[in-house]
């Protein structure tokens, strides 16, 4: 029977479905988009860029060689864009999405008193959260570029093994993250990695909580 609860239903539905096919919607969890800055063009699949001045990164592709729809990638503050080859891939650059060719070039900026790289992702999906791993290089000199996401920032030793800033637990605010890469110094940016991962449901939350506090439970009584 076609009654006015089924017509809810039914309409609840659609907007459920509409909802599913908005450009928010484009990223999934387990995805990772990754931007590889410098003159030297990217062995693996990252999105190179050596542009300079304030562009847009559009048409992106996952680690996987995907196209990520509706996502976009707006920077600001590129001055230059150098490949230097005796910089060396820092040996302990996390995570290993990274490979050298993303990590032996760089793009930059260049100031007074502070240089400062503005990137903003666009089109993301307010219901994930996100991981952001951004790699900072530079040959003999420690620049202590700072970079800030989501309210957090982490100082970076440019000349350090692993020179990377990783945040987790970002989320987005009408499908954008902005990121600020800065520095009383030269500011260079070699690469990031933004990955997606989805959020435990409550009631996910709350199994493990329980399924924690019987085990503890277990070995009090053992």
């Known amino acids: 029977m076609y ?25 999934v969890a387990g995805q990772t988009i990754g931007v590889d800055f410098g003159t030297t063009a990217a062995t693996n699949n990252f999105n190179s860029t050596n542009a300079t001045g304030s562009f847009v990164m559009s048409s992106l592709i996952d680690t996987d060689g995907s196209t990520v729809s509706g996502v976009e990638l707006s920077v600001a503050g590129i ?3 150098n490949a230097d080859r005796s910089i060396g891939a820092p040996s302990g650059a996390e995570p ?19 240089n400062t790289l503005t990137l903003n992702f666009t089109g993301l999906d307010d219901g994930l959260r996100y991981e ?9 000199r420690n620049l202590a570029v700072t970079v800030s996401a989501g309210g957090d920032s982490i100082i970076i030793d440019t000349t350090s093994v692993n020179p990377t800033a990783r945040f987790a637990e970002l989320t987005s605010s009408g499908g954008e993250l902005l990121m600020t890469v800065q520095s009383s110094d030269v500011v260079v940016i070699n690469a990031l990695a933004l990955t997606a991962a989805s959020v435990p449901e409550p009631g996910s939350v709350s199994l493990l909580g329980l399924g924690s506090l019987l085990f503890l439970l277990k070995r009090r009584r053992n």
């Open 3 to 27: 009654t006015l609860a089924t017509r809810k239903v039914y309409g609840l539905t659609f907007i459920l479905l509409l909802s599913s096919l908005d450009g928010h919607s484009a990223i």
């Open 79 to 81: 001055d230059f864009s």
């Open 96 to 114: 290993v999405v990274f490979n050298e060719s993303n990590l032996l070039d760089f793009s930059g900026g260049i100031g007074s008193p502070v």
């Open 132 to 140: 952001l791993d951004l790699v900072s290089a530079f040959d003999g």
